[in-house]
């Protein structure tokens, strides 16, 4: 069965950095394109990025470009999420999502000082 399995989340202070990795299994990983997504204190749950199925194309929400970088290795089934100069609002619980069918169990980042 499909398994994501979301990691590397935690407390950080503004201007941080933190990286999330999420672990695939049960399909073929590099045949899927992989997205990350976010649900901050009482919001709904919001696109972050994304990444093809090659990595050779990605794109992001308008609140992280620049600042976060999406990738993978197709090797290891994993697809990462750089986040760099993090603010408050950025906390939220991290998602990882195969087509917005499945999805992980999220990790949490709290941004604060």
């Known amino acids: 069965q499909v398994q994501l399995v979301e990691s590397g989340g935690g407390l950080v202070q503004p201007g941080g950095s933190l990286r999330l990795s999420c672990a695939a299994s049960?399909?073929?990983?590099?045949?899927?394109?992989m997205m990350w997504y976010r649900r901050g204190p009482g919001t709904e749950r919001e696109f972050v990025a994304r990444i093809t199925s090659t990595g050779l194309t990605r794109s992001y929400a308008d609140s992280v470009k620049g600042r976060f970088t999406i990738s993978r290795d197709n090797a290891k089934s994993t697809v990462y999420l750089q986040m760099n100069n993090l603010k408050p609002e950025d906390t939220a619980v991290y998602y990882c999502t195969r087509g917005q069918v499945y999805w992980g169990q999220g990790t949490q980042v709290t941004v604060s000082s």
């Open positions: 049960g399909f073929t990983f590099r045949d899927y394109m």
